[in-house]
Nanobody, 113 residues
Framework: VQLQASGGGLVQAGGSLRLSCAAS????????MAWYRQAPGKQRELVAA???????NYADSMKGRFTISIDNAKNTGYLQMNSLKPEDTAVYYC????????WGKGTLVTVSS
């Protein structure tokens, strides 16, 4: 499967962005989809995950601000990010899981103060 993340950019603190992850296969063929991020000098961390049964999980610092979703008709996953903070600055990656994770290239999100 090929994944293409997009939607990153520069936004001011308090603003919003919606990231997209377009898949080359039907997303319901996978067990789950997730978004991760990696800030400069830090390890990659889980942002949010959504199973095909509809169960969503978020990292504590993203709860209430970020929303993960999937549009199966478009084979695309989304990460809606609201109330962005400078500490949200990172490269964001999407992956899908079918036994093992499949990763796409990341998209850079920069939040200015």
């Amino acid at each position: 499967v090929q994944l293409q993340a997009s939607g990153g950019g520069l936004v001011q603190a308090g603003g919003s962005l919606r990231l997209s992850c377009a898949a080359s296969e039907r997303l319901f063929n996978f067990n789950a989809m997730a978004w991760y991020r990696q800030a400069p000098g830090k390890q990659r961390e889980l942002v949010a995950a959504l199973t095909t049964s509809g169960s969503a999980n978020y990292a504590d610092s993203m709860k209430g601000r970020f929303t993960i979703s999937i549009d199966n008709a478009k084979n695309t996953g989304y990460l809606q990010m609201n109330s962005l903070k400078p500490e949200d600055t990172a490269v964001y990656y999407c992956n899908v899981i079918r036994g093992i994770p499949y990763w796409g290239k990341g998209t850079l999100v920069t939040v200015s103060s």
